[in-house]
């Protein structure tokens, strides 16, 4: 992840006045047709809300994302089993349906897809030759089942369960190529600080309406050393566990560091952004309640507090209580019922090594900490170290 992310290959599946019909050449990650094991349909699934969220935002600078273009989705029961498709979408990126895999492949070995070293990373099965299974987005032989592609290249009608974590994803999409594309926009991103010492920089989903693109990222300042400032963002952002795996971790091993230091980092900072981000060493101290080891230290672009950071850079609970956005509440972020904040992940560990310190909704540190699995509670607050030179194409 440390190499940043590859550009993606494209197989055109139909091409119509300059509108191009793609489809991933690989399956780009391993990930849940719905995270959940309950009926569903295309339209409700969390796998769609993540790719015309997480995937949109992460994949596309916001140039190529103005040349994606909104489709109407039908989704036909299915044709075997007759199971319910739902009701027809608009999506940006979406998945084939029984129908379509077979329209736009004609053979076996066409529908054939090799997975990426990511998606094996991520779970990803696989025969010795690289294939993988792929996602439809047609229902299964009930409702808790989503029809699949198999390893060789056939159609399941039967499909899997909706829970499972090993199937790939072949996103489409149909993105406008004029014959004199316009250059994408090079210019210095533009940062500002106000009065009250929070600063506004990159942009993330906030408002949970995926419509109108993501918000600009307010930052309130922890420390300032010359042109290098320490900032932590101002609300929750989104819910994600600590680690996705209820097992012995720390912050250099769990899965909240990479997600922070590759998809929020591509999704939330554009280049010019991101050569403004300091990478950092860190120290990740043990529990001092408990003495449970805090791991080795580790060096990121964006990080969360610990618990002795967390004390330090805020002087009162009130001050480090902190709302979350109405996307990370969509995505089940538990919040006070009468003061509207919510939990946040540090990085310290809790009380032992399958739990992570974390901040209450009153803003009190919790130093037993979460299970770190626990993706339906803590927000994250992410932590970047921001240089605002004269050079730079800051505006402070």
Known sequence: TFDGPEPIEWIVLDRNDGEYTLISKYGL???????EFVDTTWESCTLRAWLNGTFLNTAF????????????????????????????????????????????????????????????????????????????????????????????????NYGDYVYSGDIVVRPVIVVSIPEEASAPDTAAAETTVDADNVITFGRYEQDDDLSNGPESIEWIVLETDGDTRTVISKYGLDTVPYNRVWTDVTWETCTLRT???????????????????????????????????????????VFVLSIDEAERCFDSNGARACHPTAY???????????????????RSPGRDSRRAASVLAVGSVFSDGNYVMADNYNVVRPVICLELTPDSGAGV
């Open 29 to 35: 990650t391993a990930m849940p047709y719905n995270k």
């Open 61 to 156: 600078s916001a140039e190529e994302r103005a040349r994606l273009i909104w489709k109407n989705v039908a989704n036909p029961d299915n044709s075997v089993f007759g199971t319910n498709g739902g009701g027809d979408t608009k999506d940006k990126a979406w998945l084939l349906s029984i129908d379509e895999a077979n329209k736009y492949f004609n053979t076996y070995e066409a529908r054939q897809c090799q997975v990426t070293a990511y998606a094996k990373a991520q779970g990803a099965s696989e025969t010795s030759k690289g294939n993988g299974w792929w996602w439809l987005r047609s229902p299964g032989n009930r409702g808790n089942f989503a029809a699949r592609i198999n390893y060789d290249g056939s159609v399941y």
């Open 259 to 301: 997600w922070l230091n590759d998809t929020f980092y591509h999704t939330a900072f554009t280049a010019e952004e991101q050569a403004q981000i300091i990478q950092s060493t860190l120290e990740n101290p043990d529990n001092p309640m408990y003495g449970t080891s805090g791991g080795n230290a580790t060096t990121d672009k």
């Open 328 to 346: 990370a509440k969509a995505r089940r972020a538990q919040v006070h019922e009468d003061k509207d904040t919510g939990w946040w992940w540090l």
